[in-house]
């Protein structure tokens, strides 16, 4: 694959409805900007994968990055990172993505039968998808990448353009209900303005501050990606470290993107395509994350109306048994409903109900009386959570109301995102059946044959799709915080451990070879723990900084956590002779000078966004 074909392959292998659906839909709620770090530091990641990761991979000549492991660290290492890797592929990316595509197309479609139905969106998806790769495999990723992934971020500015168009027509005294809390606009204000004046006026909190608490319209700073140590999402102390380390495993160790890569002809293509793909990131939030806080801005309504529905459905379908949860937009919007929930948490905490008219006095008293009816009665446990906005289908009700009067537009819309839809499933399914047949079926069969490899492969295709697909519609859960952080948090049980020891088994030779499986257990075992109780008891008794752990400095305990265990494992028995990698002779391994050059022009442009939206 030649630098081009690499850049866009990677871009259009990580962009999706996964970012359409789930980054618009945190921008539309209380994240705003702060979610474009993901992009803006994953542009500084790339520059250093391609100058410090990939000489190394291509160096080895592997197929898979488990692969790596085996040489370095033995086969059991291989086999963990094999498994775990498979299994958090399927069941979080493959699926969330099947879910984010099937969300777009029933918000799109909402009302109408079979497409407007979100389980139907999911199976349609996840056959077309598993057709797909069954087929073509990895180079037919590769190039329908380029033609989707140009497509959809053409899709993403037309979207963005109207959506600016429509911000600034739209009358003032609707647009200055739905300004953040810290904002000091006025109908005045906004009604002299032009768009992006519009835009800042409504989305700016006074000096900046920043407040990460219970929706958009208590919440401040949209437009500033400095987040207070309070936040449970990127808080400014993730930024330290956590963010850095799924940027590190997704560009770097992620079969499913370090495969492109892993396919350039040389070094060289390998690099400028890495940094080009880097240039590309730097503009995805302005197709992203700014129409999801457009999306709030003028179609909030709409927002509320698919919550509104899934609230009431909830409320109707719970069990007895349980409890009631819900966010203060809730109270505010469907008072009648909150009514019901505080009755119903009542009479389980066996407490008489009083009759509550404040919204935040009234939420408070919903969740403290489920938290005393849990702790009461093991009988009772907790049930949905009710939400005021559905953010998740920020994008899709962007893209309704916007090209409505636009059919030609709006197909191409629709076209580009099924087709990235598929084509990102299609290039998780070649990677986790890739896996799945050279670690695991291979290694077990001890078979070459290039012909039983790809039937295996195309088997695991088969498989790993219909577990995705039986997964994907349980995202659509609010109690989960919206997919994007779904899929991020998830990841924390193997992307930490796996950073670290890959780094070990880059700088430290003497490790020994033990330290792979610890490195990969010990991760997922304290991230486990960190998320179920002890990140609780750490906060309780002080040790903490923050009022909580969020997930990212989660993830940053976790890795220092596997470098210290590697660092006393490697003090205590260091191997007698360093290990040795072996050396793809074949590998054309000069360096770019271009792609150095344009890496050093990425990372200043990303300090300049960084101080434009601090």
């Not at 079969?255 to 293509?269: C, D, F, H, N, P």
């Not at 469907?334 to 008489?352: S, T």
């Not at 580009?416 to 839809?421: E, H, R, T």
């Not at 990698?581 to 300090?607: D, K, W």
Request: glycine share 10%; charged share 15%.
């Amino acid at each position: 694959m030649t630098w081009w074909l690499v850049g866009f392959s990677l871009i259009a292998a990580n962009i999706s409805t996964e970012q359409f659906v789930g980054m618009s839909g945190s921008a539309a709620n209380w994240l705003g900007m702060a979610v474009a770090s993901y992009e803006w530091m994953a542009a500084v990641t790339l520059v250093v994968v391609a100058f410090l990761f990939l000489p190394r991979f291509l160096r080895t000549g592997i197929y898979t990055i488990p692969e790596f492991l085996e040489y370095r660290f033995g086969v059991a290492a291989r086999l963990a990172m094999a498994l775990l890797t498979i299994f958090i592929l399927v069941v979080v990316p493959t699926a969330s993505v099947i879910f984010s595509g099937a969300k777009f197309i029933s918000g799109y479609y909402a009302g109408m039968p079979v497409l407007g139905d979100l389980v139907t969106g999911c199976w349609l998806i996840g056959i077309l998808a598993a057709a797909y790769v069954f087929a073509g495999g990895l180079k037919a990723c590769a190039w329908t990448d380029l033609i989707w992934g140009a497509g959809l971020i053409v899709g993403g500015a037309i979207v963005m353009f109207l959506a600016f168009q429509t911000l600034e027509k739209t009358p003032a005294e609707e647009l200055i209900a739905t300004k953040v809390a810290n904002s000091q606009a006025t109908v005045e204000d906004l009604q002299g303005a032009g768009a992006w004046d519009r835009l800042w006026l409504l989305n700016d909190g006074k000096d900046g501050e920043a407040i990460a608490v219970d929706g958009p319209n208590g919440s401040g700073g949209k437009l500033h990606m400095g987040r207070p140590i309070e936040d449970t999402d990127i808080p400014w102390s993730a930024l330290l470290l956590g963010l850095w380390i799924p940027n590190f495993f997704y560009w770097g160790l992620n079969q499913y993107i370090v495969q492109r890569t892993l396919g350039s002809k040389s070094l060289a293509e390998g690099q400028k395509g890495i940094v080009f793909a880097a240039f590309l990131k730097l503009i995805i939030p302005f197709v992203v994350v700014i129409p999801g806080i457009l999306a709030f801005n003028l179609f909030s309504s709409d927002l509320h109306s698919s919550a509104a529905e899934k609230n009431t459905k909830a409320v109707q379908s719970a069990p007895a048994n349980v409890t009631i949860t819900l966010d203060e937009s809730v109270a505010r919007l469907q008072p009648d409903l909150a009514a019901k929930a505080l009755e119903r948490n009542a009479a389980l905490a066996g407490i008489a109900a009083e009759s509550i008219s404040d919204p935040g006095i009234l939420t408070g008293q919903i969740n403290t009386l489920s938290a005393q009816a849990i702790a009461a009665n093991k009988g009772i446990t907790e049930g949905p959570r009710l939400v005021g906005y559905d953010y998740d289908s920020a994008f899709p009700v962007l893209v309704r109301n916007l090209l409505r009067e636009h059919w030609y537009l709006s197909w191409f819309v629709l076209a580009a995102l099924f087709g990235a839809v598929v084509s990102s499933l299609a290039s998780m399914l070649n990677s986790a059946s890739t896996i799945a047949t050279m670690d695991l079926y291979a290694k077990a069969t001890k078979t070459t044959d290039g012909t039983k490899l790809v039937k295996a492969g195309r088997v695991f295709v088969v498989l790993f799709v219909l577990v995705a697909i039986l997964v994907a519609p349980n995202f659509d859960n609010p109690k989960l915080g919206g997919i994007f952080k779904i899929i991020q948090e998830f990841q924390g049980f193997i992307s930490p451990g796996i950073l670290a020891i890959f780094i070990v088994g880059f700088f430290i030779p003497r490790a020994p070879r033990y330290v792979g499986v610890m490195g990969i257990l010990l991760n997922a075992v304290a991230y486990g723990a960190l998320k179920w109780g002890l990140g609780d008891a750490i906060v309780s008794a002080g040790l903490w900084f923050a009022p909580t752990i969020s997930f990212l400095d989660r993830m940053a305990i976790c890795f220092l956590l596997v470098m210290l265990a590697s660092g006393i494992a490697t003090l205590v028995h260091p191997l007698k002779e360093p290990a040795k990698l072996p050396v793809n002779e074949s590998m054309p391994l000069e360096p770019s000078r271009l792609a150095a050059f344009g890496g050093v022009g990425v990372v200043i442009l990303t300090a300049v966004l960084y101080v434009i939206f601090w």
